[in-house]
């Protein structure tokens, strides 16, 4: 009992020695919390870095009567790498910046094409970012777009980034891309890097698709209809609207739309020395508008929709693919990986020459779609 | 306060079991992973063979020498000699353990966490805790593990499930890895990561009722395996076996990215207290080790006195300088190595010559 | 008296000086037994939860068992039906 007490009260009295460590905390209030991070091209291969962080509320208008609004405030500087400047908006900002809450990073499309390995490797080591902040390519610069999203009107710039990240949940326009799925993409050895892409029209921020890379390097941008394309083929539609022509009256449109009721299938052979990639896929469409001499009850007009849509649905998957195969060469949706299973080890697979093959690639696309009733009051 | 006490098989179990996974918490199945690529899973299962063949073996060397460990064995086999150098081999090899551990660790935490702190005042804590816990006793010591084990291997589980189905799982193919030869040649050095031979030859004297030390053996070395090879599995997934990345702490950059929505997310400090506690838990069992080693080398009365000892050396062996290529050699080569020489070589050679020698007696007679 | 510790603890290291504090705290804590038996039992050493399960508590009328690691010298603290009133009517 005694060399119990005796060993606590030696542990106590060890510990008040460690008074050591007493300055070393740092309070909430010495951070300043960033919420996006841009990243531009400077000259001399500089990159511009800046920051968009909530203003101080006693420097802000008066006139912010709402509890929930807030303003925010943007800062630029001009460094070798993203620690440099961090260090010299620390020293200038006078408190330290803090990533923790940093809910998107903003690459500019000219920095992007260049080749970005660098700077997402010293994100990647950054223990304040989180996993699932978002990856944004910007076809302005990228303070063009933290500006917009700070006059945007919106209480918490957070939640802007948070919705170009959710249009892909109803529209199918772009997708989610968190910083470490992003990484992990460009390391990769079978698999290319996608982040969303966005466009700045009329101080309006617009999601325009998909931003594709081919090892570090951008090389292109798919739009609308091609980033439905990629996620049925990825299996990561949630839903999505389209527009196609009636083919029953003359300028006339069908609306629909579509989720997926099958995982997509994905077969790979090489034929000749070249990838053959045989995609089947599954979408359930519900019309939502085809006119008022559109006859549901028959079972023919609705094969001939089927039918439509099916040829529509092959047009949309086959451009997109040739698109990212011929013309970026790049294998966004995992051909290689996909096809690296069927083997046993990497030496076998190494003696296909992937890399070199897939611009060569041939695709057959087969659509196999269902159409529901979408409940629509008829003609009579 | 009582070192004499006899553990039970749940505790023997959950012992083993803290002292083998333990080493995830270093960087080993980061150099695992980038030894055999996405043959992963094949090549463990491999090894897991030989390992668990290699103890079945181990178990039935052992079963002529009632309650002895490795130094009583040693000690019957070659003299007093063979029992000193016995000891100090153990000693060494216990002592890499826990530098290498105790160092990569406290590392980790002090980048992340204590980047004002020196690192001297984090292994002052580790340090300490191992101290009050080889005061207080080993009773309390297998007591306080039965509570930590479980925890560890829900994070383990949870850990894995939470990350299996956000990453493609293409990373886990082709099966066998680079090649055959990398995979079943190369990656046959890999069998260090499951070092329960190392430890299971201690425990003998420490139980209650050794009919229960061949269930003890299985269970524990299954527990561990299963452990190691979630954790293996969802480390290929995260880092690709990509060989220029820095051997940073894979367990601590696995749990980084696990999130449920935007509720649950960063849960890696949680998840930092749990190692904290489960280094703790190692650290102590290993300088308990070192003093019941000493005690039979030199016949001391009180072993706890030679936690001091221990404890000392092993902080100053940390506060050494030592650069991380360094670090990374001798995690990846030097303990490798050691590790199986000690395992395989150095155990199963006395081990063999005990049983000949026993054989020879009993004929005589 | 001990929060005081911990809240000290806790000021000076964060969570790994509360993690060393609970750590110590439960080392001692094992280590204490009350009129013999174990502090923590049943859950460390695990002694078996049929008869209590330390969490919830049964009727009066169910407890029929005393715990084993007790080693009481009758094991039995009531008759399977204690409440005979109701059984005979």
Not at chain 1, 198 to 223: C, M, P, R, S
Not at chain 1, 285 to 295: E, K, M, P, R, V
Not at chain 2, 2 to 20: C, M, P, R, T, W
Request: hydrophobic residues 45%.
């Amino acid at each position: 009992m005694k060399k119990n007490f005796f060993l606590i009260v030696l542990s106590f009295i060890l510990l008040i020695s460690l008074t050591g460590c007493e300055n070393s905390s740092i309070g909430i209030d010495d951070y300043y919390f960033v919420i996006g991070l841009g990243l531009d091209e400077a000259e001399n291969d500089y990159i511009k870095l800046s920051i968009q962080i909530p203003s101080n509320p006693k420097n802000s208008s008066s006139d912010a009567s709402s509890s929930q609004s807030s303003s925010y405030e943007i800062y630029s500087v001009e460094a070798r790498t993203i620690e440099e400047a961090i260090n010299i908006l620390d020293n200038y900002l006078n408190k330290q910046i803090n990533l923790s809450h940093c809910s998107a990073i903003v690459i500019s499309e000219s920095l992007a094409k260049k080749g970005i390995d660098q700077y997402i490797n010293s994100l990647n080591n950054n223990v304040e970012l989180r996993y699932n902040c978002q990856t944004i390519i910007s076809s302005s610069t990228a303070y063009d777009l933290l500006e917009k999203v700070s006059n945007s009107g919106e209480a918490f710039s957070a939640r802007l980034f948070d919705y170009l990240k959710n249009t892909t949940n109803y529209t199918g326009y772009t997708i989610e891309s968190s910083i470490g799925t992003f990484a992990h993409d460009i390391d990769s050895k079978f698999c290319e890097a996608t982040a969303i892409y966005t466009k700045v029209n009329n101080d309006i921020i617009q999601t325009a698709g998909i931003a594709v890379f081919k090892d570090q390097y951008l090389v292109g941008n798919l739009d609308v209809l091609e980033s439905i394309a990629h996620l049925m083929v990825t299996n990561k539609l949630n839903k999505c609207f389209l527009t196609m022509d009636s083919i029953f009256i003359e300028n006339g449109k069908i609306d629909f739309d579509t989720k997926l009721y099958k995982k997509t299938n994905t077969y790979i052979n090489m034929i000749n020395g070249s990838p053959f990639i045989k995609i089947n896929v599954f979408p359930e469409i519900s019309i939502l508008n085809s006119g008022t001499d559109f006859d549901y009850n028959s079972s023919y007009n609705v094969e001939k929709v089927t039918h439509a849509v099916n040829k529509y649905y092959e047009r949309i998957i086959k451009n997109y693919l040739y698109k990212i195969s011929k013309d970026y060469n790049s294998d966004i949706d995992c051909f290689q990986g996909l096809y690296q299973s069927t083997f046993l080890t990497k030496e076998d697979f190494s003696k296909i020459n992937w890399d070199k093959n897939f611009q060569n690639s041939f695709f057959e696309v087969n659509v196999t779609s269902r159409i529901y009733s979408s409940n629509l009051f008829n003609k009579e | 306060m009582d070192n004499h006490y006899q553990i039970g098989k749940v505790e023997a179990i959950f012992i083993i079991v803290i002292l083998s996974t333990s080493k995830l918490i270093a960087n080993f199945s980061f150099y695992f992973v980038n030894t055999v690529g996405s043959g992963v899973i094949v090549n463990f299962i491999y090894i897991g063979i030989i390992d668990f063949a290699f103890m079945i073996l181990l178990i039935y060397l052992q079963q002529k020498f009632q309650n002895s460990d490795i130094i009583d064995i040693s000690e019957q086999v070659g003299g007093k000699l063979l029992k000193i150098l016995c000891g100090l081999v153990c000693i060494t090899v216990l002592i890499l353990s826990a530098f290498i551990t105790l160092k990569d660790f406290s590392s980790i935490i002090q980048k992340v966490y204590f980047s004002n702190f020196s690192i001297i005042y984090i292994l002052m804590f580790f340090i300490l805790a191992v101290l009050v816990a080889n005061f207080v006793g080993f009773k309390s010591l297998a007591r306080i593990n039965l509570l930590i084990v479980p925890f560890v291997i829900m994070a383990i589980l949870a850990t894995f499930f939470s990350i299996i189905a956000k990453i493609n799982n293409k990373s886990l193919t082709p099966v066998f890895g680079d090649s055959y030869y990398k995979t079943f040649i190369t990656g046959l050095s890999n069998v260090f990561m499951i070092s329960n031979l190392s430890y299971v030859l201690f425990l003998k004297p420490l139980l209650k009722n050794e009919s229960d030390y061949k269930k003890i053996c299985i269970i524990s070395y299954i527990i561990s395996w299963i452990c190691i090879l979630l954790v293996l599995i969802v480390t290929e997934l995260l880092f690709n076996s990509t060989p220029s990345k820095e051997p940073s702490n894979s367990v601590f950059l696995l749990v980084r990215s696990v999130n449920f929505g935007s509720f649950i997310e960063r849960i890696d400090s949680l998840f930092i207290l749990l190692c904290v506690i489960c280094i703790f838990s190692y650290l102590s069992f290993v300088v308990f080790l070192i003093n019941r080693i000493f005690k039979k080398l030199f016949n001391i009365t009180d072993e706890k006195m030679i936690s001091y000892i221990a404890c000392t050396f092993l902080f100053s062996l940390c506060l050494f300088p030592i650069s991380l290529s360094a670090l990374y050699y001798l995690e990846n080569y030097v303990y490798r190595y050691m590790i199986i020489l000690f395992s395989f070589a150095f155990e199963f050679s006395i081990l063999i010559i005990g049983n000949f020698k026993k054989r020879i007696r009993k004929e005589k007679t | 008296m001990i929060r005081f510790i911990y809240i000290i603890l806790g000021y000076f290291a964060g969570f790994l000086g509360i993690t060393f504090g609970f750590f110590v705290h439960f080392l001692v804590l094992s280590s204490k037994s009350s009129f013999g038996i174990p502090f923590f039992t049943p859950y460390i050493p695990f002694l078996g939860l049929e008869n209590n399960n330390g969490i919830f508590v049964e009727a009066v009328w169910r407890r029929e068992k005393r715990d084993n690691y007790l080693n009481t010298k009758k094991p039995d603290l009531q008759e399977h039906i204690s409440m005979k009133w109701r059984e005979n009517g």
